[in-house]
């Protein structure tokens, strides 16, 4: 039951529909060759290990694409704050799409986060997780089928602090009308497309009147557009005991930036953790960047030892919106079949496999 649950949310022909539903044509092809160009990112720590893996899966299953690659710099780079290059936002704004892997900030050092410079810059305005039961792999709950979309460009995230006198530092949150609706328009958008009955939007207006105020009364107002769909308010403290009393009580949740960075999290916690949760932020203008939203794992880096099922899986996910479904379809199920034997699993997953051997094991099944 679990494999066709994650089948029909990651591999459905209307996954790509909805990733790409309210954009432009969104790819780079070389017409020569009919490959499709797609920047990656492979990023620090146990990135570049991972990133090789799919680069690997995707030789195997022999996917059209060619991989313009950008790492992160060793320098602040004035135009953009951050140690993320111009030339690499401008890859991803030229080829509309890419694969990112996990990039570390420093915590305190006064850089711009890297994740937040490529979600402004590129006005990556939803994050969209998917959370799924595994199928032959056992949590708390088997049962998990829920989608967690955030928005992703404002709220406490919007990096507006500063200190007011000695000892007294304030941080503003800005929730606008116009994200508000965008990613209330998405979330909507995305459960009538995928068959979905409900939204629950996720907030703490009890008590935050102004902001999260504004945030629900966009939601109710876009609600009203779908009246197939089930539409829903729940507080956020209330939000996470229901979540880890019963998570079938949910099904597609929308919310501001701080609070879908938490439950995103926790919902990933239900089924065994961010290295098996895939993700993809959605922008305007056709652009899509795929990611693994776990850490870099500095202390793993370089041991072959990374599971790289959350980047993969992402990957699937870039291929649904690259409308290349069928080698989507064998790569997901590979990645699943894989997982569900048992026999080649990560040490995460409660294995002794390396890196190199459960990628063989992928490759294998394809």
């Given at each position: 039951?679990?494999?066709?649950?994650?089948?029909?949310?990651?591999?459905?022909?209307?996954s790509?529909?909805?990733?790409?539903?309210?954009n432009?044509?969104?790819?780079?092809?070389?017409?020569?060759?009919?490959?499709?160009?797609a920047?990656?990112?492979?990023?620090?720590?146990?990135?570049?290990?991972?990133?090789?893996?799919?680069?690997?899966?995707?030789?195997?299953?022999e996917?059209?694409?060619?991989?313009?690659?950008?790492?992160?710099?060793?320098?602040?780079d004035?135009?953009?704050?951050?140690?993320?290059?111009?030339?690499?936002?401008?890859s991803?704004?030229?080829?509309?799409?890419?694969?990112?892997?996990?990039?570390?900030?420093?915590?305190?050092k006064?850089?711009?986060?890297?994740?937040?410079?490529?979600?402004?810059?590129?006005?990556?305005?939803?994050?969209?997780?998917?959370?799924n039961s595994?199928?032959?792999?056992?949590?708390?709950?088997?049962?998990?089928?829920?989608?967690?979309?955030?928005?992703?460009?404002?709220?406490?995230?919007s990096?507006?602090e500063?200190q007011?006198?000695?000892?007294v530092?304030?941080?503003?949150k800005?929730?606008?009308r116009?994200?508000?609706?965008?990613?209330?328009?998405?979330?909507?958008?995305?459960a009538?497309?995928?068959?979905?009955?409900?939204?629950?939007?996720?907030?703490?207006?009890?008590?935050?009147?102004?902001?999260?105020?504004?945030?629900?009364?966009?939601?109710?107002?876009?609600?009203?557009k779908?009246?197939?769909i089930?539409?829903?308010?729940?507080?956020?403290?209330?939000?996470?005991?229901?979540?880890?009393?019963?998570?079938?009580?949910?099904?597609?949740?929308?919310?501001?930036?701080?609070?879908?960075?938490?439950?995103?999290?926790?919902?990933?916690?239900?089924?065994?953790?961010?290295?098996?949760?895939?993700s993809?932020?959605?922008?305007?203008?056709?652009?899509?960047?795929?990611?693994?939203?776990?850490?870099?794992?500095p202390?793993?880096?370089?041991?072959?030892?990374?599971?790289?099922?959350?980047?993969?899986?992402?990957?699937?996910?870039?291929?649904?919106?690259l409308?290349?479904?069928?080698?989507?379809?064998?790569?997901?199920?590979?990645?699943?079949?894989t997982?569900?034997?048992?026999?080649h699993?990560?040490?995460?997953?409660?294995?002794?496999?390396?890196?190199?051997?459960?990628?063989?094991?992928?490759?294998?099944h394809?």
């Open positions: 039951m679990g494999f066709h649950i994650l089948r029909r949310l990651l591999g459905s022909p209307n790509s529909r909805v990733f790409s539903s309210f432009r044509p969104f790819c780079s092809a070389d017409s020569s060759s009919n490959m499709i160009r920047t990656l990112f492979p990023g620090d720590g146990i990135g570049p290990e991972i990133a090789e893996a799919v680069k690997q899966v995707f030789r195997a299953a996917v059209p694409i060619e991989w313009e690659e950008h790492y992160v710099g060793d320098q602040i004035p135009r953009t704050q951050s140690f993320l290059t111009w030339e690499s936002l401008e991803v704004r030229r080829n509309r799409v890419g694969l990112k892997g996990p990039m570390a900030t420093p915590i305190g006064g850089h711009r986060s890297l994740n937040l410079t490529l979600r402004k810059e590129l006005n990556l305005y939803a994050n969209v997780r998917p959370c595994l199928p032959g792999y056992k949590t708390r709950y088997d049962d998990v089928n829920l989608i967690t979309i955030r928005e992703n460009t404002e709220g406490e995230y990096g507006l500063h007011v006198v000695r000892g530092v304030e941080s503003l800005i929730i606008t116009q994200a508000s609706l965008r990613v209330a328009e998405y979330a909507f958008h995305y009538k497309t995928n068959g979905r009955e409900r939204v629950s939007a996720i907030h703490k207006a009890n008590i935050m009147q102004k902001t999260d105020g504004l945030f629900l009364k966009c939601c109710r107002e876009v609600a009203e779908y009246p197939e089930t539409y829903e308010e729940v507080v956020i403290d209330n939000c996470c005991m229901m979540l880890v009393k019963n998570p079938a009580l949910f099904d597609v949740l929308v919310m501001p930036n701080l609070y879908g960075d938490i439950i995103s999290d926790l919902c990933a916690g239900l089924i065994g953790g961010l290295g098996l949760t895939p993809c932020n959605i922008g305007e203008g056709g652009i899509a960047l795929a990611e693994a939203v776990h850490g870099s794992a202390d793993i880096a370089g041991k072959n030892m990374a599971n790289p099922t959350a980047l993969m899986l992402s990957a699937v996910s870039m291929l649904h919106h409308e290349l479904h069928d080698k989507a379809d064998q790569i997901q199920n590979a990645i699943l079949t997982i569900a034997e048992g026999k699993r990560t040490a995460d997953l409660g294995g002794n496999s390396t890196t190199t051997d459960f990628t063989k094991a992928i490759c294998d394809l």
